[in-house]
């Protein structure tokens, strides 16, 4: 028998088992299993099929679950419409009473959930009890807040509707309260379907929604697989469609909801890369890496996969990891001593495994500390990779799963051109006691989430989300409630529809000038340049006489264009006080010319002087508008309950396409422009065709106002055609089509390759004049994207 002795020089563990009996007890209080909860009951649709879920630490069923069909889908939506009203007349106070309450019964019974999760899941109960449960009753608290506050903190904003979320079954529960909680608080109602591996804590949720009188309809409950998540998605009466989950799933999302008019959020894969400079603290960081990537078992999107170490620290680190390695114990997840569990099934599990597999093939040097693993059960060792190639699958794949892939580098600007080497942008983090170099490296990560000297640190009031096909939008914090708000419509909108436009040339008339055959040329990187196609199109007066010609861009023009903009990053780097002196010199030069723009409306589109005046000097109040917002519109800093600010910064989309309407088209024109230029995005754009002229004249202002080449491109042509090639274009990191409702949907099914951020105006007509509806916060918050810094303090 070991004596106390012993013990304390070996500091072996013993056991320390969790009592899953109170959850047990729960579940066999279900025998017949669990049905959907719509409209406020439980009922289980006869002949309806079931599915079972496991343990993943021990494959024993735990419950079985009814799989949700279109019948059943359409149901729990009905209901939430009908729930729609009075839940938003119930006020914020109002609501903002049920999430306190489900934040309370939550914190009540935060031992039976932490059980649950772990039963279900398969992570340690170290994680349910100290992490992922503390930070759902987080949410509900902290969005109990924003619903008291909504009316005086977002005014002139109005819910979207019915929410209907998706989520994943690596945070059950926890994800649940990321979309429910601000879902609830903004006025929208919910139809929320959760994982088919980990169903039992939004099962319980369910029910605790029942003891607080939740009012029937408002959140809505349905099980299945992907076939009850498309269905979903798909359902014409969902205003807005929460996502997180696969990147390949999060594109047929997105394309399915297309011209649909549902706003989207997607919270998606991830390859995050973990930076190890030679300056920091190397022991901290191990630890670091051990959160990162063994963390939920690596099943976790931001998990830090990548590392990457400066090569004159990179053998004394990894020796330093892989001893801190042969400490992890892998084991029955309800033990208190473990620090990894059960991977979630056995088909994550196998594809973990033939990933591995796949980089021994291709020279990969594998490391895994000798430790047995249980016999019964889904289990992986904590794994290191090194001689991973960054163009290696395994550097660019996620494998969601215990996996830690190593490279070097060697100088800062090699550490930032790998970090960004992925088509993902969730989250990074950075280990350096030099703080200026880790704040210098922060805003270079092409990331929506970026860690200094920590990792996998959440909450409530601190935005989540990524870049590029990590998806798009945020999922907390004040952006976070944003994503369930939309601003108050003043009015039904006209549909937009595009003018005709003869394709031919007019015949001249007898007393032509030469000034009729004056051709306008494209406008790429700063510099007039001759369409690839070789041909014009006219531009008719208001009259039907010729008025001159544009070129007639096609694809390859837009190729130079995104080119021209892609290397025209100046323009993002520059201070937002030199962007608005830029501005405010526009306006300036527009102002000069104002006789000659005025002319050219009346000439074009028929206007009466006063309205030609009227336009001109509505487009001088926008350009000096945005050059006032340019150094303005900032971003927040948030004081989570831990020692660290959360900066959270608004940064540029990066290349954005801009297609133009007919409608009041100088004003249009510049109304779609200087929000991205304010917020130091570069713009290819598409001008009215039958309007061109107005733009190409406009480029002479641009090229008499210090405007940087490549920061503003213009190609003229057909926008629907050129439309269709900016929005696949994968160097262009956002598109805004104010044109047809067919226009917009179409942009929307073609950005799938890259995900990148579209706004449409869903085929709608917009006052131009109108500041309200035209102008202002929502336009600069739909050009930039917020990454949240997270900077610990003291000691």
Not at 143 to 164: C, D, I, K, N, R
Not at 170 to 186: G, Q, R
Not at 239 to 268: D, M, P
Not at 572 to 578: E, G, I, K, V
């Amino acid at each position: 028998m070991t004596n106390l002795s012993a013990l304390y020089h070996s500091m072996d563990y013993g056991p320390a088992p969790e009592s899953a009996q109170e959850a047990h007890r729960w579940l066999q209080a279900h025998p017949s299993g669990f049905g959907l909860y719509v409209n406020g009951s439980w009922n289980t649709p006869q002949d309806a099929p079931t599915f079972q879920t496991h343990n993943p630490a021990s494959g024993d069923v735990l419950a079985t679950c009814v799989e949700a069909g279109p019948e059943d889908v359409d149901a729990a939506v009905q209901a939430a419409r009908q729930a729609t009203t009075p839940w938003q007349e119930l006020g914020g106070p109002g609501r903002a009473r049920y999430l306190y309450a489900l934040a309370r019964e939550i914190q009540k019974h935060a031992r039976l959930l932490a059980v649950l999760e772990t039963l279900d899941n398969g992570k340690t109960i170290r994680e349910t009890r100290d992490i992922d449960v503390p930070l759902v009753i987080r949410h509900f608290y902290h969005h109990a807040g924003w619903a008291q506050l909504l009316e005086t903190e977002f005014p002139g904003h109005e819910p979207l509707g019915v929410a209907g979320q998706i989520i994943p079954w690596n945070f059950p529960l926890l994800m649940l309260a990321w979309k429910v909680a601000p879902a609830l608080a903004a006025g929208n109602t919910v139809v929320l379907k959760p994982a088919e591996f980990t169903p039992l804590t939004a099962l319980w949720f369910a029910e605790c929604c029942d003891r607080i009188g939740l009012p029937p309809g408002v959140f809505n409950l349905i099980t299945g697989a992907g076939a009850t998540g498309a269905a979903l998605a798909a359902h014409p009466g969902v205003n807005k469609v929460a996502f997180t989950g696969s990147t390949e799933v999060g594109k047929r999302i997105r394309n399915v909801t297309a011209g649909s008019g549902k706003r989207l959020t997607l919270e998606l894969g991830g390859k995050s890369p973990f930076l190890v400079f030679e300056d920091a603290d190397l022991d901290a960081a191990v630890e670091g890496v051990v959160d990162a990537i063994w963390f939920n078992q690596g099943q976790v999107c931001c998990a830090g996969s990548r590392l990457l170490v400066q090569e004159s620290v990179a053998p004394r680190f990894l020796e330093k990891l892989k001893r801190r390695m042969t400490t992890l114990r892998t084991g029955d997840p309800l033990d208190k001593g473990m620090d990894l569990g059960a991977i979630v099934a056995p088909v994550q599990l196998e594809r973990i495994r033939s990933l591995v597999a796949a980089g021994h093939t291709e020279g990969v040097e594998s490391w895994q500390a000798p430790h047995p693993l249980p016999e019964q059960g889904c289990f992986f060792p904590p794994t290191l990779l090194t001689g991973v190639h960054p163009s290696s699958q395994l550097a660019q794949v996620e494998i969601f799963g215990p996996v830690l892939v190593s490279s070097t580098f060697r100088t800062p600007a090699e550490a930032v051109e790998l970090a960004n080497n992925t088509h993902y942008g969730l989250a990074a983090s950075i280990w350096s006691e030099n703080l200026n170099l880790a704040l210098h490296i922060a805003p270079q990560l092409k990331a929506g989430v970026v860690w200094i000297n920590s990792t996998n640190q959440f909450d409530a009031s601190s935005g989540f989300g990524g870049y590029r096909e990590s998806g798009y939008g945020r999922e907390g914090g004040h952006e976070g409630l944003l994503e369930y708000l939309k601003p108050q419509a003043s009015g039904a909108a006209k549909p937009l529809t595009r003018a005709t436009v003869p394709a031919t040339f007019p015949a001249l008339a007898a007393d032509a000038t030469a000034a009729v055959h004056r051709t306008a040329k494209l406008y790429i990187g700063g510099k007039q340049a001759r369409p690839d196609s070789g041909y014009d199109l006219p531009v008719l007066q208001a009259d039907g006489a010729l008025a001159g010609s544009v070129g007639h861009g096609n694809r390859k023009d837009l190729r130079n264009a995104v080119e021209a903009a892609s290397k025209a990053s100046g323009w993002s780097q520059a201070t937002a006080h030199n962007r608005a002196q830029v501005l405010y010199f526009l306006a300036e030069n527009l102002g000069a010319r104002a006789d000659e723009f005025q002319q050219r409306l009346r000439q074009l589109t028929g206007a009466s002087a006063k309205a030609a005046a009227q336009e001109l000097d509505a487009s001088l109040s926008r350009i000096f508008s945005y050059a006032a917002w340019a150094d303005k519109y900032e971003g927040r800093v948030h004081q989570p309950p831990s020692r660290t600010v959360v900066l959270a910064l608004n940064e540029p989309l990066g290349v954005v396409g801009v297609i133009c309407p007919d409608e009041q088209p100088l004003l249009a024109m510049l109304s779609l422009l200087l929000p991205n230029l304010a917020m130091g995005n570069r713009v290819v754009l598409v001008p009215s065709r039958p309007h061109a002229l107005i733009a190409t004249d406009f480029y002479q202002v641009l090229d008499t106002s210090d405007v940087p080449g490549g920061a503003v491109n213009i190609v003229t042509g057909d926008p629907a055609e050129l439309g269709k090639t900016l929005a696949e274009h994968d160097d262009v990191s956002g598109i805004w089509v104010c044109g047809s409702a067919e226009e917009g949907a179409e942009a929307q099914r073609r950005s799938c390759g890259n995900l990148k951020q579209v706004w449409t105006n869903e085929g709608k007509a917009i006052n131009w004049l109108d500041r309200e509806a035209a102008e202002g916060r929502d336009w600069l918050r739909r050009a930039c994207q917020v990454k949240n810094v997270w900077v610990p303090y003291g000691e």
